[in-house]
C-alpha cells in the first residue's frame, strides 16, 4: 500500500516524539512491505513564529490533500500571551473543524506493567481499566457563537447542537462498543442543559439501532466521581465536547500513564488525525527524555483506522507491550531506581522488537 502522511510536528517535544514515531512506521512498512511518502507541514506556535498565523490556509489544504495525518503537540509558553484567535491551541482546532474530524477516540488502558504509576496503585481500583471516551470533536460550545458585550463587561459562549451531529458521533460510540464490551454511558449533564435533552433523546434513538449494545446515562458531575471510584464499570464514554475534554483528562490520569496514550480523530471515510493525547512538555524539548509511546502508538491508530492495515498496527502495539515487559522506561514511567532510557533509545528498543 501507498500512503500519504502529513506530519506535524509542532511545539515543544514535538519533533522529539514524532522523530520516533516515523522510524517506527519506516520500519513497519519496510517489514510488511508498504511504502510511505511525507509531507510536513507547520501548525501552533512554530506556525506563529513564522507565518503569524498558528495554521496558514497552505497548512491546511496539504494535510486536506492527504490519507492521515500524525501530530506531535503544539503550544508552550513561549505564545500563552497571544490573544485567543491566535493561540497554538486555535491551530488544532482549526485541523479538526478544517478536516471535518467529529470523532474523537481517546482510550485510557491501564498497563499492567505500568500499574504503579497510577496514583490509585495503593488500591485495586485502577485495576483492568480499559475504557474508551468518544469525544465529539467539531461542534458544542468550542464552536458555538462567542464574544463580549460591548463595555467588555460580559462574555458568552453558545453551546448548540444539532440532531446529525449528535447522530453521527453516537453511531461511532455504538459501532466503537460493538467491538468492545457492547456498553455505552452518555455523559451528559441533562438535568439542566436544553443540548442534553436532545443529547438523550438523539442516542437513544440510535440506541435502538444497537439493540445487542446496553445504553445508560449519567450526568457529568457523576461520572467524573464514578471514573475515580470505579473506572472498570465503564466500556465507552460518549460525551459532547467540553466534557469530553475534561473527562479523558482524568481517565487518562487514572491510568498513570499519559505519555502512553494516543487518540484519534476521525470522520466518516478513513481521513483522520491521530496524537498523543500529553501535551507539548516545552521544559524538556531537545533533551532526548520524553516518551515517544504515545505517538508510536497513535501511528498504530493511523495504521489501523486510516489504511485498515491490523496486523501492521497489532505488530506496533506488541513490540511497545515487549519492550515495557522488558523493562525499557523513559523517565516519566521509570520506578525508583528503574534504570532510564532516552526518546531514541526507547524507539530503538520498539523498531528492534518489531520482528
Ligand atoms: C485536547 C486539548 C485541546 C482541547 C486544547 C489544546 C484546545 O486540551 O485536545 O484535549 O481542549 O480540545
Ligand atoms: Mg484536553
Avoid at 502529513?6 to 512506521?25: C, N, S, Y
Avoid at 480499559?130 to 464552536?143: A, H, N, P, Q
Avoid at 452518555?186 to 449494545?213: I, Q
Avoid at 458531575?221 to 483528562?249: C, K, W, Y
Wanted: hydrophobic share 40%; with cysteine.
Amino acid at each position: 500500500m501507498d500512503m500519504r502522511i502529513v506530519l506535524v510536528t509542532g511545539d515543544g517535544i514535538g519533533p522529539d516524539i514524532v522523530r520516533e514515531a516515523v522510524r517506527v512506521l519506516d520500519r513497519t512498512a519496510e517489514i510488511f512491505g508498504h511504502t510511505i511518502s511525507y509531507r510536513e507541514i507547520d501548525a501552533g506556535g512554530i506556525s506563529i513564529d513564522k507565518y503569524k498565523v498558528p495554521l496558514t490556509e497552505d497548512a491546511l489544504e496539504t494535510a486536506k490533500a492527504a490519507d492521515a495525518v500524525l501530530l506531535g503537540a503544539v503550544g508552550g509558553p513561549k505564545w500563552d500571551s497571544m490573544p485567543g484567535s491566535l493561540r497554538p491551541e486555535k491551530a488544532l482546532l482549526g485541523l479538526r473543524s478544517g478536516l471535518g474530524l467529529f470523532c474523537n477516540f481517546r482510550p485510557a488502558v491501564l498497563y499492567p506493567e505500568l500499574a504503579a504509576a497510577s496514583p490509585l496503585k495503593d488500591s485495586t481500583i485502577a485495576k483492568g481499566v480499559d475504557l474508551l471516551v468518544v469525544r465529539e470533536l467539531t461542534g458544542g460550545i468550542y464552536f458555538g457563537e462567542k464574544g463580549r458585550s460591548d463595555d467588555g463587561k460580559s462574555a458568552y459562549d453558545v453551546m448548540r447542537y444539532s440532531v446529525p451531529e449528535i447522530r453521527r458521533i453516537a453511531r461511532k460510540a455504538f459501532d466503537a462498543a460493538m467491538i468492545r464490551h457492547r456498553r455505552v454511558t452518555l455523559v451528559d449533564k441533562a438535568n439542566v442543559l436544553e443540548t442534553s435533552r436532545l443529547w438523550r433523546e438523539t442516542v437513544s434513538e440510535v440506541a435502538a439501532e444497537y439493540p445487542e449494545v446496553v445504553l445508560d446515562f449519567m450526568y457529568v458531575d457523576n461520572a467524573s466521581m464514578q471514573l475515580v471510584r470505579d473506572p472498570s464499570h465503564f466500556d465507552v464514554l460518549l460525551t459532547e465536547n467540553m466534557f469530553g475534554d475534561i473527562l479523558s483528562d482524568e481517565a487518562s490520569m487514572i491510568t498513570g500513564s499519559i505519555g502512553m496514550l494516543a487518540s484519534a480523530s476521525l470522520r466518516d471515510d478513513s481521513f483522520g488525525m491521530y496524537e498523543p493525547i500529553h501535551g507539548s512538555a516545552p521544559d524538556i524539548a531537545g533533551k532526548n527524555i520524553a516518551n515517544p509511546i504515545a505517538t508510536i502508538l497513535s501511528a498504530a491508530m493511523m495504521l489501523r483506522y486510516s489504511f485498515s492495515l491490523e496486523k501492521e498496527a497489532k505488530c506496533i502495539e506488541n513490540a511497545v507491550s515487549k519492550a515495557l515487559s522488558d523493562g525499557v522506561r523513559t523517565a516519566d514511567i521509570a520506578g525508583d531506581g528503574e534504570e532510564r532510557v532516552g526518546t531514541a533509545e526507547c524507539g530503538d528498543e520498539i523498531i528492534r522488537r518489531l520482528g
